[in-house]
């Protein structure tokens, strides 16, 4: 089916301890100019969760679900797994690659965009871990995955979900992480947020109103990032007498940090103090769908 001899399922990473979290933060913003209260902030969310970031067991979770579709669909490939910025590291997880024989292998990103921090960047940690690693098998990154039906299906089932617990006219709210208008192909990742948008929301309430909007955002104030912020648009939608929303975070794989605490405590808090009725969507995290895209991006590759 495919000249690959493994898959690689490459993450972001996130600490599984308290005392992980400030090297963590420290790999996430080296020379990235954030400042340092923005840090310190983020630090107390990753605290407020005893300093364990979800996002590496639901990376375990969703490699083991890749096996689980491979093997009852007769792909017979190992599955990898590496982060960018915590253990294990893909450094770490390419020189495991070679030792096992591993020449050439597809990865999947926990990303479903193009972009720079959602794509580009990625191909950059690829190109550096393998200078790292003597004799590192090739890896060719899968193409980005937001218009596909792995992806689309399972946000439109969980947003027909969201919906069926709120009141009759609630507003749709999709999200995903800012970025800074400064970074390359800025607008491409905005462009398929918005087609990607627009899919699930014409599937999962036909004619009803949306918004596009953004969260997490952590550069200087003078710095122009996407907006609008989700906090001031959620402020604006109850001035203009909204009273529901289902809140869809598009922009995810899964329920991270930026999921569990910038939407589940800060958003939902704010909304409740608005008196706005709130419910967030689930991510795809590992719904069977979802898990299956791999194969099916193998499945159109060389
Ligand atoms: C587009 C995008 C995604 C979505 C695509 C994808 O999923 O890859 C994403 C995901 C994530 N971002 C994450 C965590 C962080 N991102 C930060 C900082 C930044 N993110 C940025 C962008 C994105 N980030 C940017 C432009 C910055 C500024 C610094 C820089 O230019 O790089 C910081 C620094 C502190 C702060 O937030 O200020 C942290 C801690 C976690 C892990 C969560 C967990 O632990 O569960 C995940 C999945
Ligand atoms: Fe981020």
């Known amino acids: 089916m495919t000249s690959y001899d493994a898959l690689l399922l490459l993450s972001f990473g996130g600490p599984e301890g308290p005392e992980e ?4 933060l420290e790999n996430v913003t080296r020379g990235r100019n954030i ?15 005893g300093g364990v970031s979800p996002i590496n067991q639901q990376c375990r979770d969703l490699k083991a679900a890749i096996e689980a579709d491979f093997a009852a669909n007769g792909v017979d490939l190992p599955v990898y797994w590496g982060n960018r910025n915590w253990d294990p590291y893909l450094a770490d997880t390419l020189r495991q690659m070679e ?28 190109a550096r871990a393998r200078e790292e690693v003597p004799g ?20 439109v089932d969980a947003t027909k979900d969201a919906l069926s617990r709120l009141p009759e006219g609630a507003r749709l ?43 997490s955002r952590s550069g200087p104030p003078s710095q122009p990032w996407l907006d609008p912020q989700i906090t001031d648009h959620l402020e604006e939608l109850h001035g203009r007498g909204v009273r529901a929303v289902a809140v869809v975070p598009i922009g995810f794989v899964s329920d991270h940090m930026e999921v569990r605490y910038d ?13 706005l009725a709130f419910e967030r969507a689930a991510t795809p995290a590992t719904d069977p769908r979802f898990a299956a895209l791999p194969r099916h991006l193998l499945e159109g590759a060389s």
């Open 173 to 215: 709210v999709f999200t995903a992480h800012s970025v800074p208008l400064s970074q390359p192909n800025q607008e491409l990742y905005a462009a398929e947020l918005h087609t990607a948008a627009q899919t699930v929301a014409r599937r999962a309430a036909p004619g009803a109103p949306w918004d596009l909007v953004y969260q």
């Open 263 to 275: 939407l589940d405590v800060e958003a939902a808090d704010l909304a409740a103090e608005l008196g």
């Open 99 to 126: 030792e096992d024989g591993i020449r050439r292998a597809a990865a999947f990103v926990t990303s479903a965009y193009s972009g720079y921090s959602t794509n580009d960047q990625y191909l950059e940690d690829i």
């Open 136 to 155: 590192a098998p090739e890896i060719d990154k899968l193409p980005v995955y937001a218009d596909r039906p792995g992806f689309v299906e399972p946000f």
């Open 21 to 24: 979290v400030i090297p963590f």
């Open 35 to 49: 400042p340092k209260e923005r840090l310190e902030e983020v630090g107390e969310h990753y605290f407020l969760f």
